[in-house]
């Protein structure tokens, strides 16, 4: 980590460090969360059908998970921010290609290419900030998933006001998105890159990765994106197919989940100074297993399906960030340890929603909801061994 001459000097560089991975962040979630608002306009675009694009998320997520796998390795050997340099500019060339590519073809391996930046800049904004706020990374790390969240409720409403202003078309909603990545290129380019504090350490002790800790973490990312991108996916589908809300009442059902995720993740800041990750984590698997419950005992009831909805999203707002928190108290966070704990939550979020997806098809909108609760208990399971093991690791000094 980088010296600085006394502590004003140091909490001055410190709040230029957030803001700099803060408008990262935002410009990530505006990104990530674009393409369900598009698809339509897309599809039209290039003029394939419906089913053919949804194929988009695919290469989208594939490109994701080999930028957070292979991105991990990078950042133990290149400087943080050069690479999160290029990937956030990699992001920003290829979205703004989006709208002026007309072979479906082709834009497929656009988005697997926004998907490749997307996924390097979210390890490196996640590994760097470890590595400036060490043992005080607790409300700086829930805070930076909250201008995530942020980014990702305001994309929808940006882009389609922009497409509104500017007469239509894909072009002006997709540039604007590029423009918005220079805040953060900026800083960048303005702060030096951090350096891992334990590196020295690693030199002179070596030492091999604690699957036995890694290993259930990874499990435990996998089940949680799992659980969050399902849930934000389909509960438009679950609520329109029981017929408990209109498409528009739907919509605003969705918007809900996400907009109480990205408040929980604003009232977790405080909350991480004053509890430890064990108990904010265990409280949050506790909640959500609670809401879970709601709905499945009144799945055809409004009111217990919006209750659940907005409880649900609050209650898993700061189990990403915080399992980082955790892993950060316990053990040496090298990049290749961060790659492995977001191929966890990149294969979460393929795989989960897809297999859903075909519950909800071939068996049934309840069984659906009833897998949903079923995630969250074994998630819950999962969580309590990776306390278990944790507290027989002694805590960082640092």
């Not at 920003?92 to 997307?118: K, R």
């Not at 030096?192 to 020295?200: G, I, T």
């Amino acid at each position: 980590m980088p010296s600085f001459p006394n502590n004003h000097g140091k909490s001055k560089k410190d709040i230029f460090y957030f803001a700099t991975y803060g408008l990262c962040f935002v410009a990530l979630g505006l990104v990530l969360s674009s393409l369900g608002a598009m698809l339509p306009y897309l599809a039209d675009n290039v003029g394939v059908t419906f089913a053919q694009i949804s194929f988009l998320f695919t290469a989208s997520s594939l490109g994701y998970l080999t930028g957070s796998v292979g991105g991990g390795r990078l950042y133990d050997r290149f400087k943080g921010h050069h690479l999160m340099l290029f990937s956030l500019l990699l992001t920003a060339l290829m979205v703004f290609m989006i709208p002026i590519t007309t072979t479906f073809s082709l834009l497929i391996i656009v988005l697997y290419l926004v998907g490749l930046g997307q996924g390097t800049l979210d390890v490196g904004g996640n590994v760097n900030l470890l590595w400036v706020y060490q043992k005080r990374v607790g409300p700086y790390m829930n805070a930076l998933h909250f201008c995530f969240g942020v980014g990702a409720f305001l994309s929808p409403i940006l882009l389609h006001n922009v497409m509104r202003w500017s007469g239509g078309g894909l072009t002006w909603p997709y540039w604007t998105l590029a423009i918005l990545t220079l805040p953060g290129l900026i800083g960048l380019i303005g702060l030096s890159s951090p350096e891992n504090p334990e590196k020295e350490d690693n030199k002179n002790h070596p030492q091999s990765i604690n699957f036995n800790l890694v290993i259930p973490m990874i499990l435990l990312f996998f089940m949680y994106v799992g659980l969050e991108n399902g849930f934000g996916g389909w509960i438009f589908s679950y609520a329109t197919e029981v017929k408990i809300a209109s498409e528009t009442n739907a919509a605003y059902l969705n918007s809900v989940f996400w907009g109480a995720l990205t408040l929980g993740r604003l009232l977790s800041v405080p909350l991480a100074r004053k509890t430890t990750p064990a108990h904010l984590l265990t409280g949050n698997y506790v909640l959500a297993i609670s809401f879970l419950g709601l709905i499945v005992l009144f799945p055809l009831q409004p009111g217990g399906v919006w209750i659940g909805t907005a409880g649900l999203g609050l209650s898993l707002s700061s189990v990403f960030p915080t399992l980082l928190v955790l892993a950060e108290s316990r053990m040496k966070i090298t990049g290749k340890v961060t790659g492995l704990f977001f191929l966890g939550s990149s294969l979460g979020g393929t795989l989960v929603p897809m297999i859903l997806g075909q519950i909800f098809e071939y068996i049934g909108s309840f069984q659906m909801m009833l897998s949903f609760f079923v995630l969250a208990i074994l998630g819950f399971v999962v969580l309590s061994s990776v306390i278990f093991r944790s507290n027989r690791i002694a805590e960082k000094l640092r």
